[in-house]
Every structure is written in structure tokens, then in C-alpha cells.
């Protein structure tokens, strides 16, 4: 008998430790891993439920490939918990997404194993095939490795890759992470198309009267019901769509079974040219609350683990919750309302909308460009399609919005939830720069609310133009403004002067209102709440410029080609010269943190506003002092 002492995560500074353990070593690991990340994750907040569900999948695949010679992409980023306590980040757990600590998401800068950095979906296949032409063409045997989820699988970048990755000679392995879901339940043909997969499997498995062998566990059985009916009389599995794209597809196995886990790996390592592994996992493993409800613990704020996330006491509604009510609301006046969301049903406020009226809400997976070109379709058709979208997602879909949008002249509606700062996800997750990216677009209405009342009035406003539309509001809650129930519009390009003072204006855009409002009242300024971005309120401007000695601007969006500068464009085709002061987010990205403390950071809170504009006006009237 051989002494064994099983090991404990204090042990492992790096995968090199853990290559150094004998395989039956990993299960000890497995459990104090998913202890760990259980309990850290509840004290910081984070994505719980995806990272309890790959726990044996950073662990295997540490232990089989040499990361970080082998480079290891994870797609999306969100479930790379495991991955960083491996990689020497254990300590950092204590500071997870907050200012200074860990990212949530995998980053270059922060360790060599996180080969790239991740947080918008469906990037890593590319990333990874990348990485495995460049060593193919160097001569290099090393692996690239990327790892997506089912979820991410949705996304239209992931299947270009596929596509790409025949032929290439690329020793590329791409580990899908099917667990059946995504932040809410998968949607589409794909998600049938691996239920199909699964129960092939199941079904020939039985045939041969062994589950062991291809490792059919619980969670296979799971997916497999649902396809039963579609299993009688169908003798042979067909095809995977992976095979076709040119892969050699493997699978499905278990990814809770790391002997499974290893062994497989171990020979798709050893195999020449792009490989497609599939692994069923359960999202919230070992957590039986995250297992039963993991939209819930998809991502958290800090909780007590053994009462689990208690429900919400009502507290004041959110900017999301403000859409989501008027959603509803307009939806009950109008029947040619259809709403839309890529895949961020809850955290774009769709849920209610979702259940009251399943035929006219669509999720469309990971797919912010189909979202739109589909919604534009709509249009034509003489629909009313709403878009929920986070600022950071819309990213992706910029030529669908000029070019079948905007273009077109068609009356889509985009709910721009998540604008400006975020928080705990950072720079990949901050809509700061959907003003500079917005404005240029012809026909496009820009609305900013600065209070929950003003919201519910904007999106009103936007539903009932004849061209397209956008309202982009922060995360979280305003003011608390109380909101009036009725579907009232606003006058389009109209700006609301909200403090009448003297020498200075400040013109603020959304939810700068609050802060300058604050500063305007030390500086006896005047303060203008500018509700539209595009079209601007010229006349007022204009008026505003020529009775005070200072023009400050204040948005929550980059300075580069944002609502400030739209003031300035106006200023000066109309020829007027006044001092002008631009106050925004400053020209680099903006790691995570609490939001109010980069307000602070980015001198953008109220004592911040103060500070930059007493310092302007003392450079008017002192110029050569602020010159030295
Ligand atoms: C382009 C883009 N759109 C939306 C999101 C929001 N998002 C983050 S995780 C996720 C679900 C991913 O599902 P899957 O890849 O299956 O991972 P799981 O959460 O199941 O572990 C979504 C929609 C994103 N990160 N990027
Ligand atoms: C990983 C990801 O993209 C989402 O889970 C995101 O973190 C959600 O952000 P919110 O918490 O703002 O909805
Ligand atoms: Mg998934």
C-alpha cells in the first residue's frame, strides 16, 4: 500500500505544483476548490454559478497541458475563478473586481496564464486559432486551447472561427463547456442541435450496455429527456455540426469526472490539427441552491452561503426596472411592440415583459448583431421593435445600426441600459463611449435621462418617432425621482434649465444632472439638464453662451466626441467664441471599482465638478497663473 497524503490547495502556487501530484490527488483539490470559490465568491460577489461549474475543468486542463507555453483562452472569462487560485491568484480572491484587486475577467497584464483577455462573448475561438497558426507557422508544437460555453457557442464570431479553423493545420482544441445554459436558459437550433448530440450518445451508450466507457453522468441523462421523443426509431447518430465545420469532435463526456477529464485530455493533446471536445458540466456545481437556480447565482452580491440569496426586499426601482414596467406598459397600448434581448433577459429588465407576452419577446442568444439587423427586418414590416442592450454589447453591432438602421430611416427603438461606469466588471463592461459612437449617425435620436421619471418619458418619446431611437441610461438606480404612470412624450431637442445662476452654466447630460446640480449650487451657477444629446437644444445653448463667461459641459461618457464636444461643434458653427470647459471620461479604459469612487477618480462627483470649474475660472481671470 502506497502512502498517499491527499494535498491542499495551500500547496499549489502554480500548475507546475499540481502536475507534480499524482492523478488521484485532484478530486481533494476539486472539493477544497469549490469550498474556496463558494465562500470567497459570497464575501466579494462575482460570477458564482459558471465557476462552480468548472472547477474540474481548470484543473485537468492545468494538469495536462503545459500552460502557459500551452496558451489557454477562456471565452467570455466569467467562470476563470479555479483558473486564478491555480495561477497564484488565491490571495487575490480577498479582493476579487474590486479597485486595485483581481479583474473578474481574464487579463493579459495580470498573469502570463491568462493568454487573452476575455469578458465579450464568443471571442476565443478566433484568439485561440490565432495563437495555433502562429506556432504552426513557427514550427511550434505548443496547443492553444479555447474554452466556451454553450452560451458563447451562440455568438455568429465563434462559427467564423470554426469556419476558419479547416484546413489551417492549426493545433487548435477548442473545449465547449455544455451545460445547458446561458446567463438565462439556452435558446435556438444549436442548443437542440447538442441535446441531439447528448442523446445520440445516451442511446448508443445503452446499445452497448456501458455508460462507464463514454461517461455518460446525470447531467447527460438530464439533456437527454428531452430528447426522447426524437429518439424513437433513430438507429445511428448523425453527423455533429463541429465535424462538418472540419473538427474532430469527441464526446461527450463528463466534466466532473476528472479521471475522465484527464484521460481524454491527455489523448486530445497528442492529436495533429483542430479538435472539438465536448464536455457536459452542471452550471452551480456542488451548491445545491446555485444548482437549482443558477440564473440567480449566475452573478452575485455578497451573501451568507448556508441561507443562500435571500429575496429581495422592495427597495426603489432600478433604471432597468424603470424599462421594464414601461415595457410592459407600452406593450399593452400597442401590439406592433416587440421586444428584443441578446441573451441579458434579467439584467436587461425583460423578465415580466418575457412572461406576459411570450410572442412578442424574443431573445436571440449572443447575437447583438442579428439582434438588430433582425429588429430592422421587423421594422419594415411595419413591427415596433424595442432592443434591451447593455452600451458595451452594442458595441458589436455598429455597422448593423448604420447600416440597416439608421441607413433605412427605421423606427427601432434601442434601450441603452449600462451606460457609463459599471463597477465590479470594469473596463470591459463600461458604456463609455456609446455618445461618441451614437452621435454621428443620421436620423438617430440621442436621448440621456437623468432621473427614473424622465426614463419612463424618454422611451415613451423614442417609441412613438417615425426613425430610430436611442435612450441610454446607467446601471443601477437615480435619484428616486417618482415616476408618472402615464406613456407621456417629451418635445424632441428640448433642454429643461434647472437652476438659473450667473457666469458659469453647466450643461449636464444624463446622469451628471445630479452632481452638477450640486456643484452649480456652490457656484451659484446655472444648471441646464440637457435630456437630448442629438438633437441638441441649439437655441439654449446658444443663449446660454452668450450671457455667461464660462460653458462647462458634464457627461458620463468619453470626452472624445461626446456630448461636450457636440456643444463645441455647435459653438463654433455658429461662430460663437466663449470659454469652454469639457468635464467626462478621460482617454483610457477604467478598471473596476465602486462607482462612486470613479466618479472621484475621474473628478466627475460633485466636489470634482467644483474643483475643475473654480480652476477654470480662475485661469479666465488670472491667465498668464494658469499658463506658469
Ligand atoms: C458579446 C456579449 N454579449 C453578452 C454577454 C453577457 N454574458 C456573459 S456570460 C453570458 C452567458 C454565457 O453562457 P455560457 O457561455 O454558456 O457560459 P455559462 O454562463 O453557462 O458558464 C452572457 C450572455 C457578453 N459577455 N458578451
Ligand atoms: C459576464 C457578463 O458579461 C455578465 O454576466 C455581466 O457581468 C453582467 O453584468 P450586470 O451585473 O451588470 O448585469
Ligand atoms: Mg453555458
Partial sequence: MSNFTPPTLDQIHSPADLRCLERRALPYLATELR??????????????????????????????????????VWDVGHQTYAHKILT???????????????????????????????????????AALGMATAFHRAGKRERAIAVIGDGALTGGMAFEAMNNAKNTGANLVVVLNDNDMSISPPVGALQHHLARILSGHLYNSMRRGSEKVLGVAPPILEFAKRWEEHMKGMMTPPATLFEEFGFNYIGPIDGHDLDILVSTLTNVRKLEGPQFLHVVTRKGK????????????????????????QPKVSSAPSYTDIFGQWLCDMAAT??????????????????????????RYFDVGIAEQHALTFAAGLACEGMKPVIAIYSTFLQRAYDQLIHDIALQNLP?????????????????????????????????????PSDENECRQMLSTAFALEGPSAVRYPRGRGPGTPVDPSLSTLTIGKAEVRQRGKSVVLLAFGSMLAPALEAGQRLQATVVNMRFVKPLDEALILEMALTHDLVVTVEENALMGGAGSAV?????????????????????????????????????????????????????????????
Avoid at 440564473?295 to 448556508?306: A, E, K, M, N, S
Fill in 35 to 72: 469550498q474556496f470559490i463558494l465562500h470567497s465568491v459570497a464575501r466579494t460577489g462575482g460570477h458564482l454559478s459558471s465557476n462552480l461549474g468548472t472547477v474540474e475543468l481548470a484543473l485537468a486542463l492545468h494538469y495536462v497541458f503545459d500552460t502557459p507555453r500551452d496558451r489557454l
Fill in 88 to 126: 497564484g491568484r488565491r490571495a487575490g480572491m480577498a479582493h476579487l473586481r474590486m479597485k486595485d484587486g483581481l479583474s473578474g475577467f481574464p487579463k493579459r497584464s495580470e498573469s502570463e496564464y491568462d493568454a487573452f483577455g476575455t469578458a465579450h462573448s464568443s471571442t476565443s475561438i478566433s
Fill in 286 to 309: 456542488g451548491y445545491p441552491p446555485a444548482e437549482e437556480d443558477p440564473i440567480r447565482y449566475h452573478g452575485v452580491t455578497p451573501f451568507d452561503p448556508d441561507q443562500g440569496i
Fill in 334 to 359: 400597442d401590439a406592433r411592440l416587440i421586444g428584443i434581448t441578446p441573451a441579458m433577459c434579467e439584467g436587461s429588465g425583460l423578465t415580466h415583459f418575457a412572461q406576459q407576452y411570450p410572442e
Fill in 412 to 448: 427601432v427603438v434601442l434601450a441603452i441600459d449600462r451606460a457609463g461606469l459599471v463597477g465590479a466588471d470594469g473596463a470591459t463592461h463600461a458604456g463609455q463611449f456609446d455618445l461618441t459612437y451614437l452621435r454621428p449617425l443620421p436620423n438617430l435620436t440621442i436621448m440621456a
Fill in 568 to 628: 463645441g461643434e455647435c459653438l463654433a458653427h455658429h461662430q460663437i467664441s466663449v470659454p469652454l470647459l469639457h468635464l467626462g471620461l478621460p482617454d483610457h479604459f477604467i478598471d473596476q471599482g465602486e462607482v462612486c469612487q470613479l466618479w472621484q477618480d475621474c473628478g466627475l462627483d460633485a466636489p470634482g465638478l467644483e474643483r475643475q470649474i473654480r480652476a477654470r475660472l480662475q485661469s479666465l481671470t488670472h491667465p498668464n497663473r494658469a499658463l506658469g
